[in-house]
C-alpha cells in the first residue's frame, strides 16, 4: 500500500493553522487543508506494514489501540497517493457513516497506532479522512442514499449525538422507517452543543442531516422523550426503540462556597455560547460571558481545553486551567509501549491559545479546589486552591491524589467552569424507560445485543459504555443498528 519508499521520501504535512493571536479573532474553523497533491504524498508515506494496528480498533492491555471503526486504512491511503480519490471515499464510507466529524475532532488513534511512529511521525490519516470527504462533496459524490424497499418497521432513536445518528442512518438504509427524536432545539447533540464552531462547525452537521432527511429520516426536535409519559407512547408506536442520549450527568465538586454564582458547568458554558452564535452572532446576548473576567477552568481534558479556547474568544482577563492528576511526560513511559495509546504530554489549540495571549500555559497539574470565595452579592470572587501528591491506599493498592498540607493559594475567579467529565445517564431518562443502570450508572445493555433490560428497548453510545470519543459513539451507533435489525427481522446485512 502506497508508495514503498514514501514514508523516506516525505516529511510528514499536515493543515495549515493560523496563528493563535489570529484565530481567536473568531470562531470560525481555523485549518487550511492541504492541497489534493500534497495529499496525495501523504496517502504515499502508508508502510504496508504487515500487521496494520492502526485499523486494529481494539484494547491492547487496558488501553485502546487502533480505529474503533476499523477503517480500512491502509486501503484508503493507497487510493489517495494513486489519486483515484472517488474510489477512496467509497473504500472509508464502508466502515464509517460521518468522516467529516471524525476528522476534525478525532484524537486519532489510528495515527497513534501507525507503525511510522515508532521511528518518526505518522502517516496523517485523520486529515486524508478529511481530504477524502470534503473531496467527495465537492465533486457531488455525496448523495441521499433512500432504501429501495421499506420493511414497514418503525424505529425510535432517541438522542441526535454521533450515536444515534449513526444508528438513524444504517436502520433507515436498511429499509426501517426511523424517526430521531431530539430534547434540545437544533440535531447533533454532543457535535452541535458540547463541542465549538471553530473545532467543528455547525454547517457540517447540517450538511448531513440535510442528506439524511432526503434518505427519509424523520427529526423531531424540543421533545424530551422522558418527559409526559411520552415513553409509553413510543413503545405503543415503535418496534423498537434505541436510547442514544449520552452520558449526561456532569460531575460536579463539592466544596464550600460551590453554591455561589457564577459557577457553571462546562457543557452549560459551550452550550450557552454556541447557542446563541447560531441564534444570533451573539447579538442577543444570551450566553455566559467570560469578557474580562478571571475565568478558572476545573479539568484538564478535551471539554477543558474548549472551555479555554472559548473564554479566551470571549475576551477573558485571564485563564487558570486545574488538573488534579501529575503532568504526562512527554514521551512514552516504558509501561504504555507502542502499539497503545500514547499517555504524553499534549498541548491542544486552547493551551496554544492562552499562551499566546497569557504568556504561560493555562494549566497547573496536580491541583484542585479547595474553596470558593463569594462576594457580598454572592458572586465568586475567589477561590482557594490545594496541591496534591499521589499516595497509596494501604487497603486498596490504589494510588489517590491526597491534599498537601499548608500547599493552598488564592487566585481570583469570578468565572469557574466544571470540566470534570460525566457520570452517566440521567436517572430520569432510566426512570421513564424503565431501563436498569449498572454500576457506573450507564444503562445496563447486554454486550453485544445492545438491549436494556426492558424488551424492545436498545442503549448504544456513551449512554451505555460511559463517557467517550465521538469515534467511539459511532462505532456503537453502527453496532447497535446492527443488534436492532436484527431482533426485528431474524437476520441483518448491515
Given at each position: 500500500m502506497g508508495k514503498p519508499t514514501g514514508f523516506l521520501e516525505y516529511p510528514r504535512e499536515t493543515a495549515k493553522v493560523e496563528a493563535p493571536k489570529v484565530r481567536i479573532a473568531s470562531f470560525q474553523e481555523f485549518r487550511t487543508p492541504l492541497s489534493r497533491e500534497k495529499q496525495?504524498?501523504?496517502?504515499?508515506?502508508?508502510?504496508?506494514?504487515?500487521?496494520?494496528?492502526?485499523?486494529?480498533?481494539?484494547?491492547?492491555?487496558?488501553?485502546?489501540?487502533?480505529?474503533?471503526?476499523?477503517?480500512?486504512?491502509?486501503?484508503?491511503?493507497?487510493?489517495?497517493?494513486?489519486?483515484?480519490?472517488?474510489?477512496?471515499?467509497?473504500?472509508?464510507?464502508?466502515?464509517?457513516?460521518?468522516?467529516?466529524?471524525?476528522?476534525?475532532?478525532?484524537?486519532?488513534?489510528?495515527?497513534?497506532?501507525?507503525?511510522?511512529?515508532?521511528?518518526?511521525?505518522?502517516?496523517?490519516?485523520?486529515?486524508?479522512e478529511r481530504a477524502i470527504?470534503?473531496?467527495?462533496?465537492?465533486?457531488?459524490?455525496?448523495?441521499?442514499?433512500?432504501?429501495?424497499?421499506?420493511?414497514?418497521?418503525?424505529?425510535?432513536?432517541?438522542?441526535?449525538?454521533?450515536?444515534?445518528?449513526?444508528a438513524a442512518m444504517q436502520l433507515n438504509?436498511?429499509?426501517?422507517?426511523?424517526?430521531?427524536?431530539?430534547?434540545?432545539?437544533?440535531?447533533?447533540?454532543?457535535?452541535?452543543?458540547?463541542?465549538?464552531?471553530m473545532k467543528l462547525d455547525k454547517k457540517v452537521i447540517d450538511r448531513r442531516i440535510r442528506l439524511m432527511e432526503e434518505e427519509g429520516v424523520r427529526f423531531v426536535t424540543n421533545t424530551d422523550a422522558a418527559a409526559d409519559g411520552k415513553a409509553a407512547e413510543l413503545l405503543k408506536e415503535y418496534d423498537r426503540i434505541l436510547l442514544c442520549c449520552g452520558a449526561s450527568n456532569p460531575r460536579d465538586i463539592k466544596v464550600p462556597g460551590r453554591e455561589a454564582k457564577g459557577i457553571y458547568f462546562a457543557v452549560d458554558f459551550l452550550k450557552s455560547?454556541?447557542?446563541?452564535?447560531?441564534?444570533?452572532?451573539?447579538?442577543?446576548?444570551?450566553?455566559?460571558?467570560?469578557?474580562?473576567?478571571?475565568?478558572?477552568?476545573?479539568?484538564?481534558?478535551?471539554?477543558g481545553n474548549d472551555c479555554v479556547g472559548t473564554a479566551i474568544r470571549l475576551g477573558a482577563k485571564s485563564v487558570t486551567q486545574l488538573e488534579m492528576m501529575p503532568k504526562p511526560p512527554e514521551d512514552?513511559?516504558?509501561?504504555?509501549?507502542?502499539?497503545?495509546?500514547?499517555?504524553?504530554?499534549?498541548?491542544?489549540?486552547?493551551?496554544e491559545e492562552a499562551i499566546a495571549v497569557f504568556g504561560k500555559d493555562p494549566r497547573v497539574y496536580q491541583t484542585t479546589v479547595k474553596e470558593f470565595l463569594a462576594g457580598k452579592k454572592g458572586e465568586v470572587q475567589k477561590a482557594t486552591l490545594v496541591h496534591l501528591k499521589p499516595q497509596k491506599d494501604e487497603k486498596t493498592g490504589r494510588m489517590n491524589m491526597v491534599p498537601v498540607e499548608g500547599s493552598e493559594e488564592t487566585i481570583k475567579a469570578d468565572l469557574v467552569l466544571i470540566a470534570a467529565g460525566f457520570l452517566g445517564a440521567e436517572q430520569a431518562t432510566a426512570d421513564a424507560f424503565s431501563v436498569k443502570l449498572n454500576a457506573r450508572t450507564n444503562v445496563d445493555a447486554k454486550e453485544g445485543s445492545y438491549e436494556t433490560s426492558v424488551p424492545r428497548i436498545f442503549a448504544a453510545g456513551d449512554m451505555r459504555r460511559g463517557q467517550s470519543l465521538v469515534v467511539w459513539a459511532i462505532r456503537e451507533g453502527r453496532d447497535a443498528a446492527r443488534a436492532v435489525d436484527e431482533s426485528l427481522m431474524g437476520y441483518t446485512n448491515l
Amino acid at each position: 500500500m502506497g508508495k514503498p519508499t514514501g514514508f523516506l521520501e516525505y516529511p510528514r504535512e499536515t493543515a495549515k493553522v493560523e496563528a493563535p493571536k489570529v484565530r481567536i479573532a473568531s470562531f470560525q474553523e481555523f485549518r487550511t487543508p492541504l492541497s489534493r497533491e500534497k495529499q496525495q504524498e501523504q496517502g504515499a508515506r502508508c508502510m504496508a506494514c504487515g500487521v496494520p494496528f492502526c485499523q486494529y480498533g481494539s484494547m491492547l492491555a487496558g488501553m485502546a489501540s487502533g480505529c474503533p471503526l476499523q477503517n480500512l486504512v491502509p486501503e484508503t491511503n493507497d487510493l489517495i497517493y494513486r489519486g483515484n480519490w472517488k474510489q477512496a471515499y467509497y473504500r472509508l464510507t464502508k466502515t464509517h457513516c460521518f468522516p467529516e466529524f471524525t476528522s476534525r475532532v478525532c484524537p486519532a488513534l489510528c495515527e497513534a497506532a501507525c507503525s511510522c511512529n515508532l521511528n518518526g511521525e505518522p502517516v496523517s490519516t485523520k486529515e486524508n479522512e478529511r481530504a477524502i470527504i470534503e473531496n467527495a462533496f465537492e465533486k457531488g459524490w455525496v448523495k441521499a442514499e433512500p432504501p429501495k424497499v421499506r420493511t414497514g418497521k418503525k424505529i425510535a432513536v432517541v438522542g441526535s449525538g454521533p450515536s444515534g445518528l449513526a444508528a438513524a442512518m444504517q436502520l433507515n438504509r436498511r429499509g426501517h422507517s426511523v424517526t430521531v427524536f431530539e430534547r434540545s432545539d437544533r440535531i447533533g447533540g454532543l457535535l452541535r452543543y458540547g463541542i465549538p464552531n471553530m473545532k467543528l462547525d455547525k454547517k457540517v452537521i447540517d450538511r448531513r442531516i440535510r442528506l439524511m432527511e432526503e434518505e427519509g429520516v424523520r427529526f423531531v426536535t424540543n421533545t424530551d422523550a422522558a418527559a409526559d409519559g411520552k415513553a409509553a407512547e413510543l413503545l405503543k408506536e415503535y418496534d423498537r426503540i434505541l436510547l442514544c442520549c449520552g452520558a449526561s450527568n456532569p460531575r460536579d465538586i463539592k466544596v464550600p462556597g460551590r453554591e455561589a454564582k457564577g459557577i457553571y458547568f462546562a457543557v452549560d458554558f459551550l452550550k450557552s455560547v454556541t447557542k446563541s452564535l447560531l441564534d444570533s452572532g451573539f447579538e442577543d446576548g444570551n450566553y455566559i460571558t467570560a469578557k474580562d473576567k478571571h475565568v478558572l477552568v476545573i479539568g484538564g481534558g478535551d471539554t477543558g481545553n474548549d472551555c479555554v479556547g472559548t473564554a479566551i474568544r470571549l475576551g477573558a482577563k485571564s485563564v487558570t486551567q486545574l488538573e488534579m492528576m501529575p503532568k504526562p511526560p512527554e514521551d512514552r513511559a516504558a509501561n504504555n509501549p507502542w502499539p497503545q495509546w500514547p499517555r504524553v504530554l499534549k498541548t491542544d489549540y486552547g493551551q496554544e491559545e492562552a499562551i499566546a495571549v497569557f504568556g504561560k500555559d493555562p494549566r497547573v497539574y496536580q491541583t484542585t479546589v479547595k474553596e470558593f470565595l463569594a462576594g457580598k452579592k454572592g458572586e465568586v470572587q475567589k477561590a482557594t486552591l490545594v496541591h496534591l501528591k499521589p499516595q497509596k491506599d494501604e487497603k486498596t493498592g490504589r494510588m489517590n491524589m491526597v491534599p498537601v498540607e499548608g500547599s493552598e493559594e488564592t487566585i481570583k475567579a469570578d468565572l469557574v467552569l466544571i470540566a470534570a467529565g460525566f457520570l452517566g445517564a440521567e436517572q430520569a431518562t432510566a426512570d421513564a424507560f424503565s431501563v436498569k443502570l449498572n454500576a457506573r450508572t450507564n444503562v445496563d445493555a447486554k454486550e453485544g445485543s445492545y438491549e436494556t433490560s426492558v424488551p424492545r428497548i436498545f442503549a448504544a453510545g456513551d449512554m451505555r459504555r460511559g463517557q467517550s470519543l465521538v469515534v467511539w459513539a459511532i462505532r456503537e451507533g453502527r453496532d447497535a443498528a446492527r443488534a436492532v435489525d436484527e431482533s426485528l427481522m431474524g437476520y441483518t446485512n448491515l
